[in-house]
């Protein structure tokens, strides 16, 4: 099946630095979303985003369908921002495969 | 408000008995999903529901069952033949194919 593969797998930065998370995936996908997990297990969709780039706020993403990867871009990083990033691929019909995710800490 | 809601938050279950998780939501949405999430891994789908009387496994489907009789209701029930179980299950729902997905809160499952 496919496979879906985030780097870094943990990252730490200080407030007000910027950041980019990776999602590589090893065939065509449908689509592709971004999701930030809480440290209290939330989920909040970020951006669905099966080509192009989108941008929200202080966070922007770019998926390249043909090359099979997406990058997540965090700007001016603030300790809100900590948690588990995850890349989630829709593969034919519902099936959703997800990455294991980035572990992002944010210094004060 | 529309949402996602889940239930119980925590579920403790004692070896050999069967519980069920639900999984309501009043965003008018067709296709419903449930994920397992074991501690510090991404989110596995265990069965997924595109319409009303239809779902399809995922790729941990072994020891849960679902049914969706109405459009809004889609529980996981959690089966003795589960051998491991203890886990953090999140159910989802997304409109129709090509539309995002939200997420509810969660219910933290553990063995007595």
């Known amino acids: 099946g496919i496979q879906v593969e985030q780097s870094p797998p943990d990252l730490i930065l200080q407030e007000g630095a910027n950041s980019t998370l990776r999602c590589n995936f090893s065939?065509?996908?449908?689509?592709l979303q971004w999701f930030h997990q809480n440290p209290w297990g939330q989920l909040i969709n970020l951006f669905y985003?099966?080509?192009g780039t989108k941008q929200n706020g202080r966070l922007s993403a770019t998926t390249v369908a043909t090359e099979r990867y997406s990058l997540l871009y965090i700007s001016s990083s603030q300790t809100t921002d900590s948690g588990v990033y995850f890349c989630?691929?829709?593969?034919?019909?519902?099936?959703?495969?997800f990455g294991a995710g980035t572990r992002l800490f944010v210094k004060a | 408000d529309g949402g996602i809601t889940q239930s119980p938050k925590y579920l403790f279950r004692k070896e050999g008995q069967n519980v069920t998780l639900s999984c309501e939501q009043n965003?008018?949405?067709?296709?419903m999903y449930w994920y397992r999430q074991d501690p510090g891994q991404g989110l596995r789908l265990i069965y997924y529901?595109?319409?009303?009387?239809?779902?399809q496994k995922g790729d941990i489907a072994e020891g849960y069952s679902v049914s969706r009789e109405k459009k809004e209701s889609f529980p996981l029930t959690v089966t003795s033949a589960q051998k491991n179980p203890t886990a953090f299950y999140l159910c989802?729902?997304?409109?129709?194919?090509?539309?995002?997905?939200?997420f509810g809160d969660g219910t933290r499952l553990s063995i007595l």
């Open positions: 989802a729902s997304s409109g129709q194919i090509n539309q995002p997905q939200h």
């Open positions: 529901s595109q319409i009303v009387n239809d779902f």
């Open positions: 965003l008018n949405h067709d296709a």
């Open positions: 065939d065509s996908v449908n689509n």
């Open positions: 989630a691929v829709e593969t034919g019909g519902f099936k959703t495969i």
């Open positions: 985003i099966p080509s």
